[in-house]
């Protein structure tokens, strides 16, 4: 649901599953008299006509946030990588993935902290730095941290399966090396790993991208860094 993705879609679900229903719904676009979609005014006029409610999935998240977790903290241990010392934190989700926190230094939910989200992780993001699928090069981003003084990398879904690894470690046409797209069903889980590390407000060592909502979780993206800017 909305823990996983902040979708619509997975918000109708929710909504009927909490109900004690069947986790599942219909959902439209409501139409203005003139053919243009209704936006939250237009909405908020339309739902007091019609005697209906209007919730958020911002405030839906921050429900189930609340109550429930995707995750588990199954244990953590320092490492020491080529960048310098940091501590490890192994995390489960519910779908039996495996994450991963390395982190750098201490902070305050009112701290803005430098974070580094890295989705897919596997060995070729050790092994070759200059293959473009990431716009921070893990090395860099760990280095960058390691220089801040504190920072957090969130390495996501470590592994691939054996077509898709067999793949991306095979020599590929030079069409084809495209930057990997983050998949928005992962957005739950590393959001709930950064409040899990004390995170309130974070600097993103990354290209600037649209996003969805982080409001729901508590979470507040005040900025992007690109390879070669300073935290």
Known sequence: GVLMRAGHTEAGCDLAGMAGLTPASVICEIMNDDGTMARLPDLQAFAATHGLKIGTIADLIAFRSHN???IERVGEREVVTPQGTFGLVVYHDRSGGVHLVLRKGHWSPADDVLVRVHEPFTVMDLLEVSAGDHSWPLPSALATL???GAGVAV???CGHDVAALTQQL???PRTARRPTPQDLRTY???AQILRDQGIGKMKLLGSPRRMPSMVGYGLEVTGF???GQQG
């Open 68 to 70: 429930e977790t995707l």
């Open 146 to 148: 390691q220089a801040a």
């Open 155 to 157: 390495l996501l879904n």
């Open 170 to 172: 095979l020599p590929q």
């Open 188 to 190: 739950g889980v590393g």
């Open 225 to 227: 860094v690109a390879p």
